[in-house]
C-alpha cells in the first residue's frame, strides 16, 4: 500500500474510493501518496510511482511544460492548474486536467494535496465544436458572397433600366437602386468581417455610412463616439445595417439635413438612437419606409420606437436585455 498522508481510515478510504484520481506531494515536490483511483488508471504500484516516477506516464510532447508548471507553483507555493497526457494502464494516451494545492503543517509548508480528471471526451467535443463552427463560418461567407454577386447583378439591371424610363419612373428606380446598394454594402462589410458569428455594430455603420454619405441623400450622417458597442450575429447585423439605412432614407425623404447616430444602454438594454436635425416624418410619403425599418429591426432582434420632436424626427431601436 501506498504511504498515505491522510491520517483518518475513513478519510483515506474516501480517497480510495473516489472517482477522482489523487495524489500528495511532499514540500520537495516529490509524489509519497496515490489514491486507488489514480494507481488503477496507471496500472502500475505505488513503489513505480512515488518520487517522480510517475512522471514517465506522461506524453513526451507534454512533459517539460508540465513540469515548469510544476515546479514555478512550488517554488512560490501557490495553487496551479494543468493539463497533459498521461498514459493510462493500457498505453492509451489520456489528456487529464492536474490541479494542485499547497497545505501546512503547524504553520510550516508540508507539500501539495492534488487531483486529475480525465478531460479526454471533454476536449474531443471542443474540438467537434470548433471544427462546425468553422464550417458554418465559411458556408456562411460563401452565402453572403453570393447574395453580394446577385445584389450586383440586379443594381446592373436597375442602371440599365432607367436609360429607357420616365422621370417619374427613374425616381422609383433611384430609391429602389438605394436599396440595393444598401444591401450590398451590408454584405462586402460582412464578407470582410474577421467572423461574421460576431460582428460589431459599431464598426459596421463605421464601415457603410461613408458611403451612404456619398452617395448624395443630402443629409449629413454623424454617426458619434461610444464605448457601448453592439455585438451582435451576422443575419441580425444584416439586417441592423439595412433598418438604419431605410431609416436614412427616411430622414433625408423627411426633410431632414443631419442624423445624428448613437449608442446608448439602459439597464442592461442596448439600443441605437437616430435623431434628425429638421423635417418631419410625413406617414403619407413614407408609410413603406416605415414599414421596412420595422421588418428590418424585427429581423436584428430590435424594438422600433420612432416619434416627432421640435427638432425633428427621432427613432430608437433597442434591443432588450438578454
Not at 486529475?116 to 461567407?141: M, Q, S, V
Not at 464605448?227 to 438604419?244: E, S
Amino acid at each position: 500500500m501506498p504511504i498515505s498522508p491522510l491520517h483518518n481510515k475513513d478519510v483515506e478510504a474516501f480517497a480510495d474510493h473516489s472517482p477522482v484520481m489523487m495524489w500528495s506531494a511532499d514540500s520537495t515536490g516529490s509524489r509519497e501518496w496515490f489514491n486507488r483511483t489514480w494507481l488503477t488508471f496507471r496500472g502500475r504500484t505505488p513503489e513505480l510511482e512515488r518520487g517522480y516516477g510517475w512522471t514517465e506516464g506522461i506524453h513526451d510532447d507534454d512533459r517539460a511544460h508540465a513540469l515548469d508548471v510544476l515546479r514555478e507553483a512550488h517554488r512560490r507555493r501557490v495553487p496551479y492548474e494543468v493539463e497533459y497526457r498521461l498514459r493510462r494502464h493500457d498505453g492509451t494516451f489520456r489528456w487529464v486536467l492536474s490541479r494542485g494545492n499547497p497545505y501546512d503543517l503547524d504553520g510550516d509548508f508540508a507539500g501539495y494535496f492534488g487531483s486529475c480528471f480525465d478531460i479526454t471526451d471533454h476536449r474531443a467535443n471542443e474540438e467537434k465544436l470548433g471544427d462546425a463552427l468553422i464550417e458554418r463560418e465559411a458556408l456562411l461567407r460563401e452565402v453572403h458572397h453570393r447574395v453580394k454577386n446577385n445584389l450586383q447583378t440586379l443594381m446592373a439591371l436597375m442602371r440599365f433600366m432607367r436609360r429607357s424610363a420616365s422621370e417619374e419612373g427613374r425616381e422609383v428606380l433611384d430609391v429602389l437602386n438605394l436599396r440595393l446598394v444598401t444591401m450590398a454594402l451590408v454584405q462586402k462589410h460582412l464578407h470582410a468581417a474577421d467572423t461574421i458569428t460576431e460582428v460589431s455594430a459599431t464598426g459596421m455603420l463605421g464601415a457603410i455610412l461613408p458611403e451612404l454619405t456619398d452617395m448624395g441623400l443630402g443629409i449629413r450622417l454623424d454617426l458619434q463616439d461610444t464605448d457601448d458597442d453592439l455585438i451582435l450575429p451576422g443575419q441580425a447585423t444584416a439586417y441592423l445595417g439595412l433598418a438604419i439605412s431605410e431609416a436614412i432614407l427616411l430622414f433625408s425623404q423627411g426633410g431632414s439635413t443631419v442624423c445624428h447616430i448613437s449608442f446608448e444602454e439602459e439597464d442592461g438594454s442596448k439600443s441605437i438612437v437616430m435623431a434628425g436635425e429638421g423635417g418631419a416624418l410625413d406617414d403619407s410619403q413614407v408609410l413603406l419606409g416605415q414599414r421596412l425599418v420595422r421588418q428590418y429591426a424585427r429581423g436584428a432582434g430590435a424594438i422600433v420606437d420612432i416619434a416627432r420632436n421640435e427638432t425633428g424626427p427621432r427613432l430608437r431601436l433597442t434591443f432588450p436585455k438578454p
